[in-house]
Nanobody
Framework: VQLVESGGGSVQSGGSLRLSCLVFGFTYSRKCMGWFRQAPGKEREGVAAIDSDGSTSYTDSVKGRFTISQDNAKNTLYLQMNSLKPEDAAMYYC?????????????????????WGKGTLVIISS
């Protein structure tokens, strides 16, 4: 399984970005996905998750600003980020899971996801 993120870059505070994650080789019957981020000197945190049935969950700090979605025909996960703030600056990672109990118990913060991408960097300028 391979996950490849794209769409990061530099944007002004208040701006928008859309991140993409292309998923290769995930052949399990159920797929749960998530976006995570890690800023310098901080722990990785879960940002958003989407279940196999399309249900979504978000960390409080991004609710109303970020939207997670997926296009299964394109094997692609998205994160639309609006009204970006300086504190949103981080390396963003996508991750995939076989929809384990741990995922459901801890989403969107489940750090034990099965597969991880290498990340895409988001920079926010004020």
């Amino acid at each position: 399984v391979q996950l490849v993120e794209s769409g990061g870059g530099s944007v002004q505070s208040g701006g928008s970005l859309r991140l993409s994650c292309l998923v290769f080789g995930f052949t399990y019957s159920r797929k749960c996905m998530g976006w995570f981020r890690q800023a310098p000197g901080k722990e990785r945190e879960g940002v958003a998750a989407i279940d196999s049935d399309g249900s979504t969950s978000y960390t409080d700090s991004v609710k109303g600003r970020f939207t997670i979605s997926q296009d299964n025909a394109k094997n692609t996960l998205y994160l639309q980020m609006n009204s970006l703030k300086p504190e949103d600056a981080a390396m963003y990672y996508c991750a995939a899971d076989r929809c384990s109990g741990g995922y459901y118990n801890h989403r969107p913060h489940y750090g034990g996801m099965d597969y991880w991408g290498k990340g895409t960097l988001v920079i926010i300028s004020s």
